[in-house]
T-cell receptor, first 113, second 111 residues
Framework: NAGVTQTPKFRILKIGQSMTLQCTQD?????MYWYRQDPGMGLKLIYY???????DKGEVPNGYNVSRSTTEDFPLRLELAAPSQTSVYFC????????????FGPGTRLTVT | QKEVEQNSGPLSVPEGAIASLNCTYS??????FFWYRQYSGKSPELIMF????GDKEDGRFTAQLNKASQYVSLLIRDSQPSDSATYLC???????????FGTGTRLQVFP
């Protein structure tokens, strides 16, 4: 099992460009999450999903969009990239709600210049 | 605003010593508590989780939870240089499916 995979690993964007960060899991987990991590900071929740067709905002959703059409995939869309979106992005899955632990993908390092 | 607080460190301990990492949280209704280890440039990986007051041991790691004091800690016995990493404390937000993470404590174990 691959677990949680993310593509690309690295990306440099110019200001105003758009891109989609991909996240795929084969763990059959219903819950999926997108976080960003800035240097020396903790993880900030961007969006999350409790199942196909259901998404909700986290702490820092502005400038991002998500969709969840399948259990396996949870892409994160950046529209009109800004330097403030330079960060490392992690996707995570969770078996169910409440008390279960989260499993993280390897991350995507994004630079916007 | 729910918060999880950790000392950023670095916490420096000699090889073989006990490392003690601490975390406080603000949400009294939190029910689940997690410790993640994150090596530089890598993703967080789960070390321990604890739900009940008291101690939970797993190998060289012990998690301690005190809900009355809103305090959770991680003890690493016989610390090894390979334990050098940032340790993130995460706490669930009551009545949600979300975790809130602390900013992490950087641990350095020197030979």
């Amino acid at each position: 099992n691959a677990g949680v995979t993310q593509t690309p690993k690295f990306r440099i964007l110019k200001i105003g460009q758009s891109m989609t960060l991909q996240c795929t899991q084969d763990m059959n987990h219903n819950y999926m999450y997108w976080y960003r991590q800035d240097p020396g900071m903790g993880l900030k929740l961007i969006y999350y999903s409790v199942g196909a067709g259901i998404t909700d905002k986290g702490e820092v959703p502005n400038g991002y969009n998500v969709s969840r059409s399948t259990t396996e995939d949870f892409p994160l869309r950046l529209e009109l990239a800004a330097p403030s979106q330079t960060s490392v992005y992690f996707c995570a899955t969770q078996r169910g709600g409440g008390v279960y632990e989260q499993y993280f993908g390897p991350g995507t390092r994004l630079t916007v210049t | 605003q729910k918060e999880v607080e950790q000392n950023s460190g670095p916490l420096s301990v000699p090889e073989g010593a006990i490392a003690s990492l601490n975390c406080t949280y603000s949400d009294r209704g939190s029910q689940s508590f997690f410790w993640y280890r994150q090596y530089s440039g890598k993703s967080p990986e789960l070390i321990m989780f604890i739900y009940s007051n008291g101690d939970k041991e797993d190998g060289r790691f012990t998690a301690q939870l005190n809900k009355a004091s809103q305090y959770v800690s991680l003890l690493i016995r016989d610390s090894q240089p390979s334990d050098s990493a940032t340790y993130l404390c995460a706490v669930n937000i009551q009545n949600t499916d979300k975790l809130i993470f602390g900013t992490g404590t950087r641990l350095q174990v020197f030979p």
